[in-house]
Nanobody, 114 residues
Framework: QVQLVESGGGLVQPGGSLRLSCAASGGRFSIYAMGWYRQAPGKQRELVARVTSVGNTNYADSVKGRFTISRDNAKNTVYLQMNSLKPEDTAVYYC????????WGQGTQVTVSS
């Protein structure tokens, strides 16, 4: 059974950067499409970025040019590099195995505030 563990969240000032990591265990990571979602208080969970098994990527319009998703199949890990962070990026960020059956991580808090 696949398990996902996120790390790398925290408090950062506007304009700063963070890198989130999602380590997968179990299954065959290299064949899975993976995604990062986020959920802000009072809002629905939204897709931020996804990467296919062959490395194709897609981004939400709100993060294009600022966030980069990548994967390291040797380490069974997917990353989300977040630059030029804004207060509206504040949310709990979740890693997701998008290839069915879906699996979610526990989430990591990102707070952008001065």
């Amino acid at each position: 059974q696949v398990q996902l563990v996120e790390s790398g969240g925290g408090l950062v000032q506007p304009g700063g950067s963070l890198r989130l990591s999602c380590a997968a265990s179990g299954g065959r990571f290299s064949i899975y499409a993976m995604g990062w979602y986020r959920q802000a208080p009072g809002k629905q969970r939204e897709l931020v970025a996804r990467v296919t098994s062959v490395g194709n990527t897609n981004y939400a319009d709100s993060v294009k040019g600022r966030f980069t998703i990548s994967r390291d199949n040797a380490k069974n890990t997917v990353y989300l590099q977040m630059n030029s962070l804004k207060p509206e990026d504040t949310a709990v960020y979740y890693c997701n195995k998008m290839t069915l059956p879906s699996v979610w991580g526990q989430g990591t808090q990102v707070t952008v505030s001065s």
